[in-house]
């Protein structure tokens, strides 16, 4: 008579609910991450706040994007053209740059004249950058493109967040407006800290709290078991 022997595994196997919970977990974990790292790319604020000239004129007014590579950040002022809005003049685009020490290049605007520096824009304050174009209205552009290195050793930029700042008033960019096609004109800001810095329009946060609602509802479940 033949003895068989018949071995049993002795690994521990899952119960189908608790894979589908596992790959859950996984997935939002790795949506959450996606989206953090994403949220990274660049920095966009916008323009929303706008001067007396203006007021009648609700914003947005444009928007600004700052993407840093290494220690040279681009700088992208795009105009809400859908409202009418413009960019014209002198102080057409300007920032407070972080930085004690930086160089600076025009990438995009048909219309550039020159750079200024230390300027007192209308109502907002003095900006350490500010782009001139050429004067009035009948020259308005829609972007605004240039580069500011940081040249600071001491104080490295490591995000896109550093590379601005706010000026004594509490604006870290401002734009010379031209309301359909010169109807009015006047300055327009982005106040920092004022709900106008919108790196990923809220979604990384959305994400993070579904994600957070996730993981409760796991504990719940097995907290039962």
Known sequence: MDNKITSKSTSPTL?????????????????????????KADFMSTLSVGNEAIAGFPGPYGFVDVTLSGQT?????????????????TSAAGVQVNSS?????IV??????????GKNV??????????NNKDGSGSPVDTIVFTVTNTDALNPWATDADVLALNSKGFDAVAHISVNGGVATG??????????????????????GLGLVGL??????????
Do not use: W
């Open 216 to 225: 409760a509802g796991l504990r719940a479940k097995f907290g039962k078991n």
């Open 101 to 105: 020490s930086f160089t600076e290049a």
């Open 15 to 39: 119960n189908p609910t608790m894979k589908n919970y596992k790959i859950l977990f996984g997935a939002v974990c790795a949506v959450i991450l996606a989206f953090s790292q994403n949220a």
């Open 108 to 117: 995009t605007d048909t219309q550039f004249k020159e750079f200024n520096f």
């Open 122 to 131: 209308d109502g907002f304050g003095v900006f350490n950058l500010t782009v």
């Open 187 to 208: 300055f327009a800001g982005e106040p920092g800290g004022g709900g106008g810095h919108v790196p990923d329009n809220g979604v990384t946060a959305a994400l993070l």
């Open 73 to 89: 950040a681009t700088i992208t002022f795009t105009a809400n053209t859908a409202g009418g809005f413009m960019f014209i003049d």
